[in-house]
């Protein structure tokens, strides 16, 4: 059962408009978030993480926002540019039992159109 | 630079013919895991280490090996490759716990024919 879903494989965008990237969990114990981003022929990179004691988290163009109660959160990136297509991946981890555990969903494509 | 390297970046095998994959940390991490990419798949865990000598399965561990006898190393050993685990591998490095951000490697694309 996937625990960590990004339902939209694929997501296009005007250069200049906000990009929103969904994710849903299923897993109520879940309580740290973190979005990665990842361009072809790299690895992931980290870019922005929110803690379930919040429901925003702001880093420059980025805001993650997360919404216990519907078990969802979103990112957010305003304005939207060129460089910022790239696979994003959603991903989340129990950190109250001391886990190292990352699960992640199975990325969303975002482009960005000049 | 602080990096995850892995080794080799590509590679073209057969089916059965022993390799590794090896992954190198220059940061003193602690955690260590290794990740593999597939189209709709997504990115799944294939085995992780929280120290040297202290290592576990991931959620799809069937076919593949590791070892840490060193805090910088983390080797990913398939014994006897087949074609479904043609994939893109990634390994990643933090130290310690999910709040710990991972830091991943650039990838290695095996293909096994």
């Known amino acids: 059962d996937q625990q960590v879903k990004q339902n939209s494989p694929s997501l296009s965008v005007q250069e200049g408009r906000i990009s929103i990237l969904n994710c849903d969990y299923t897993n109520s114990m879940f309580d740290y978030f973190l979005w990665y981003k990842k361009y072809p022929a790299e690895g992931p990179t980290f870019l922005i993480s929110?803690?379930?004691?919040?429901d925003k988290n702001e880093d420059g163009r980025f805001t993650v926002f997360l919404n216990k109660s519907a078990k969802h959160l979103s990112l957010h990136i305003v304005p939207s540019q060129p460089g910022d297509s790239a696979v994003y991946f959603c991903?989340?981890?129990?950190?109250?039992?001391?886990?190292?555990?990352?699960?992640f969903g199975k990325g969303t494509k975002l482009s960005v159109i000049p | 630079e602080a990096q995850v390297t892995q080794n080799p970046r590509y590679l073209i095998t057969v089916t059965g013919k022993k390799l590794t994959v090896t992954c190198s940390q220059n940061?003193?991490?602690?955690?260590m895991s290794w990740y593999r990419q597939d189209p709709g798949l997504g990115l799944r865990q294939i085995y992780y280490?929280?120290?040297?000598?202290?290592?576990d399965k991931g959620d799809v561990p069937e076919g593949y090996k590791v070892s840490r006898k060193e805090k910088r190393n983390f080797p990913l050993i398939l014994e006897s490759p087949s074609p479904n685990q043609t994939s893109l591998y990634f390994c990643a490095s933090s130290f310690g716990g999910g709040a710990n951000v991972l830091t991943f490697g650039a990838g290695s694309r095996l293909t096994v024919l």
């Open positions: 991903a989340a981890s129990v950190l109250g039992a001391g886990s190292y555990q990352l699960t």
């Open positions: 940061m003193n991490h602690e955690y």
């Open positions: 929110i803690s379930s004691i919040k």
């Open positions: 280490s929280m120290n040297v000598e202290v290592t």
